[in-house]
């Protein structure tokens, strides 16, 4: 079946733009994830979905990041006024369900990522 | 606080040589689980052993083996006869039981040279 998707794979925005960044979850599942990830590091986490409730906004850097998921479904991340430092890969993942504590249905699967640049 | 560490950044090895991807990792929590993902340059992490506290057996699959050792709070990678399609990221992570968001580890960049 179809993988975790995003969309755009490449975005260039110049300083100040705003953005916006898509996920499409594996069909049926209900946790979804954004993790950014910088030149050389580790992906880390931002937020986190379950169904359409944003259950854990944590590691979203500053008010200009903000993510939703209206139908439970398709989630966009958008940021605002985006700055130099925001120049990363960001991440999407989903899994069943992300609190069952079984390996068959808490693990995450991954998207191939949208490479942000900002100039 | 979790951390995950993976001291080796880069490892280059020849073909059909054997290697080891050293993962160390810190955690208050008796119950937690533990990942391996591998990052190919297309960019998408794949998904490629789970891992949970309780489970201190190790896991064969075909090449690849685990090495799971609590007393040291290490999971080590190994990949038997490595192979050029090996060439990759690969990263460790930590997962608490009741905090769904994973904590990675900085990566190791394999190099398998033909």
């Known amino acids: 079946g179809a993988g975790v998707s995003q969309s755009p794979r490449y975005k260039v925005a110049k300083r100040g733009q705003d953005v916006a960044l898509r996920c499409d979850p594996i069909?049926?599942?209900?946790?979804l994830f954004w993790y950014q990830q910088a030149l050389g590091q580790g992906p880390e986490f931002l937020t986190y979905f379950q169904n359409e409730a944003q259950l854990d906004k944590s590691g979203l850097p500053s008010d200009r990041f903000f993510a939703e998921r209206p139908e439970g479904s398709v989630s966009t991340l958008k940021i605002q006024r985006t700055q130099q430092e925001d120049s990363a890969v960001y991440l999407c993942?989903?899994?069943?369900?992300?609190?069952?504590?079984?390996?068959?249905?808490?693990?995450?699967?991954f998207g191939p990522g949208t490479r942000l640049t900002v100039l | 606080a979790q951390k995950v560490t993976q001291a080796q950044t880069e490892i280059s090895v020849v073909e059909k040589e054997d290697v080891t991807l050293d993962c160390v990792y810190e955690?208050?929590?008796?119950?937690?689980?533990l990942f391996w993902y591998k990052q190919p340059p297309s960019g998408e992490l794949v998904f490629l052993i789970r891992?949970?506290?309780?489970?201190?057996q190790n896991e064969i699959s075909g090449r690849y083996s685990w090495n799971f050792q609590k007393s040291t709070s290490s999971f080590n990678f190994t990949i038997t006869a490595s192979q050029v399609v090996d060439s990759a990221v690969y990263f460790c992570a930590l997962r608490n039981y009741d905090n769904t968001p994973l904590v990675f580890g900085k990566g190791t960049r394999l190099s398998v040279i033909a």
């Open positions: 891992r949970n506290s309780f489970d201190e």
């Open positions: 955690t208050r929590d008796t119950t937690y689980y």
């Open positions: 993942a989903s899994s069943l369900d992300g609190t069952s504590g079984s390996p068959f249905t808490d693990t995450q699967y």
């Open positions: 069909s049926g599942h209900v946790s």
